[in-house]
C-alpha cells in the first residue's frame, strides 16, 4: 500500500535524507522511530508531497509521489504534533469541512461525513462553536476529523504527541489505532520508544538521514538478542555515532 | 491551476478576514469615519481661520499716536469702510500684539498733520509680529485700506487741481482666466487624494497578508494546508485575490468615506478652502485609465505582500517586512504632493506608484496626456507579471516555505 523506493533528500550539500526503503502495507503501522533532526519530517514531507525528493521516490497506494502528487495528497491525511492548527475564526464544522472541500467532496457527502465524525469523536456539541472557543482536547478531536475528513486511505502522523499531555497523547493513540482498525496504512514518527512499541507493527529506527534497520519489534529483538527497543536504538544510533 | 479550488482558498479566506474585527475596524470602519472627520475638522479649522483672518481686525496706536485727532483719522477717514478693522485702546501696544490681543500698532509720524496739510507723504509704521499667521495677515489687509484711504486723499487733490483721474492709471490691468473649465479647480483634492490613494493600494492588503500566509505558517495550518489535494498555484492565487481585494476595501471604504464627508459638509471636500469640486470636465476615458494603472499597482503590491509574507518565518517577521512597503510608498507620496500635473515628465510615468499619483493628479488637474497614460499602463501590466512570476516561483521553493 505503501512504498518507499531510494527516496533522498538533499538541501545543498546537506543530506537529510539518505537513500530510505521500506514498506508499509494495507492496515499496517509502521513507526519511523528517530531523534530529533534524523529526517522523520523531511520524510513525511516528501511522502505528502510538501517536499521534492533530490532522488528517489514513493508509491503511495496506487500513485508516485513524483508524477502524481495531486492523486497522492488525495489519498493521504496527515496529523501534525503540538498545536491543532485549526483556525480560530472558523467554527469546528467549517474547519473541518473546508478541508473536505479541498479534498474534492460534494457538500452532501460533506455533510454526512461531518455528522458521522461529530458522532464518532463526540463533537456534536461543539461543531458550530468557533475553533478560538474550544478546549485542547476539543480542539484536538476537530483536527482528527479534519484529518480523515476526507476518508483518506493512508494517514501520516508527524510526532502527533509532541508537547501533549498524558489525556491529549492517549486520544492521539487511540485515534491511530482506530485508522489501523479502519485498514488504513499508517505511518507514525516519533522519539518515543514507548509509543512506538505500544502502536507499531513494524518500525524504522532512522538516524542522520539512514535508515538503519527496519522489521516488526519482535524481528528487531530477536536480531539483536535484546528485550528493550530502547538498547536496540541506542546500539544502532550509537554505532552510527561512533561511525 | 483549479478556478474551484482557487475559489473555495478565497471563499474560505475573505470569511476568516471578515470575521476579525480588527481587519475590518482597520480597512472600512476607520477609513469610512477618519476621512470625513479628517476632512470636516482640517477644513473647518482653514475656513474658522480665514474668517478669523479677514474679520475682527484690532487695532491700535502707538503712545505717541494716541491722539483725538490720529483717533479721528484712523477711525472715520482711514478705516471708515471697513467695519472689520477696529481701533482699540491698549496700555502697552507692542506687549498687546506680542500676546495677541490686537493684530498691529499703528506709528504715525509725529509732524503727518503738517506733511498731510503741505500735501507731502508721511509714515504710518505698521508694526505686527511675524510669529502670528493672523497679524501678519492683518498687514496686507490694513495696508490695501491705508491704499484705498491714499487713493481717496488723491482722487480729491487731483479733483481740485481739475485733472482728470484717469492720469493715475496709464495702463489698466485686467487678467483674464483662460483655463479649461475645472483645470485647477480641484487644487487641494489633487494634492490630497491621489496620494491617500497610492498609499492606501500599496498598504491596504498588509493585514490580510500578513495573515494569510505568515499568520498561517505561525498557527501551524499551512503545511495541513498544503497537503490537501489544490496544487500551490491554486491556493497561492486563492489568497493573492483576498489580498488584492482588501488592498481595494480600504480604497471603496476612504471613498465611501468622502462622500460621507460631502454628505455632512460639501466644503470638508476641499477642506474648507472654499474651492469647488468640479468633476464635469474628466474625460471617462482618462479616469478609466488612471483606475486601471491603480487596480494594476494594487495586484502588484497585492504580490510583493504575499511573497514577503511567505518568506517570513513569523507573524512579526512578516510585518517588519511589510512595513517597509509603507515607506515604499509614502515616500513618493509626499515627495511629489506640490507638484502640478503639467510639469510631470513622461517618464515618471513608467516609475510604480508615481504613475498612479500622476495620473489621478493629470485626471484632476483636467490635464490630459494620453501618451503619459498608456505609458504607464503598460509598464504596470510589465511590472504585475513580473511580480506575479517571482511570488509564484517563491511559493514554489520548499526554501522559502520551509524556513526556519
Known sequence: MLSVINLTKKFGDFTAVDNLNFKVE???????????????????????????????????????????????????????????????????????SYFAELNDMDRKSIKERIDFLAKSFGMEEYLNKRASKLSKGMKQKVAFARAIVHNPDIMLFDEPTSGLDVGAIRNVHDFILDCKKQGKTVVFSSHSMSEVEKLCDKVGIIHKGKLKDTGSIDELKRKYENDSLEEIFMRLVGDMNEG | MKARHVWIV??????????????????????????????????????????????????????????????????????????NIRLVDTDNPIDAVRDADVRLVLDFDSDYKQKLTEEKPFVIKLMYDKSSTKSEAAVSIVSQAINEYNMRLVAQRLTQRNIDLEILEPARVEPVNVAKEGQGGNMVLMMTLPMIIAILV???????????????????????????????????????????????VS?????????????????????GTGEQLTGASIPPLALVLSILITVILGMMFAGIQIALSAYARSFKEAQTYLSFLIFAAMIPAYATMFTQPADIKVYVFLIPILNTISAFKMVLGGVIDYTSLLVALVSSIIYLAITLAITASMFNKEKVLFRS
Open chain 2, 10 to 83: 478565497f471563499k474560505k479566506e475573505v470569511k476568516d478576514i471578515i470575521r476579525d474585527k480588527r481587519t475590518v475596524i482597520t480597512n472600512i470602519v476607520i477609513p469610512m469615519i477618519l476621512i470625513p472627520l479628517i476632512n470636516i475638522l482640517v477644513g473647518g479649522g482653514v475656513e474658522k481661520l480665514q474668517r478669523d483672518i479677514e474679520e475682527n481686525i484690532t487695532i491700535t496706536l502707538s503712545e505717541t499716536s494716541r491722539t483725538d485727532e490720529i483717533k479721528n483719522l484712523v477711525e472715520n477717514e482711514i478705516f471708515k469702510d471697513k467695519p
Open chain 1, 26 to 96: 494495507r492496515g499496517e503501522i509502521f513507526g519511523l522511530l528517530g531523534e530529533n533532526g534524523a529526517g522523520k519530517t523531511t520524510t513525511l514531507r516528501m511522502l505528502a508531497t510538501m517536499l521534492k525528493p533530490t532522488s528517489g521516490t514513493a508509491v503511495m497506494g496506487k500513485y508516485d509521489i513524483n508524477n502524481e502528487p495531486e492523486k497522492v495528497r488525495e489519498t493521504i491525511g496527515i496529523l501534525f504534533g503540538g498545536e491543532s492548527g485549526l483556525y480560530d475564526r472558523l467554527t469546528a464544522a467549517e474547519n473541518i
Open chain 2, 251 to 271: 480604497i471603496v471604504a476612504i471613498g465611501m468615506g468622502f462622500v460621507i464627508g460631502y454628505i455632512i459638509n460639501p466644503n470638508s471636500i476641499t477642506m
Open chain 2, 202 to 248: 500599496v498598504v491596504g492588503g498588509i493585514p490580510a497578508a500578513t495573515d494569510l500566509v505568515a499568520g498561517e505558517k505561525e498557527r501551524n495550518t499551512f503545511e495541513p494546508l498544503l497537503t490537501t489535494k489544490p496544487d500551490r498555484a491554486s491556493i497561492l492565487m486563492g489568497k493573492y485575490l483576498t489580498v488584492t481585494l482588501f488592498s481595494f
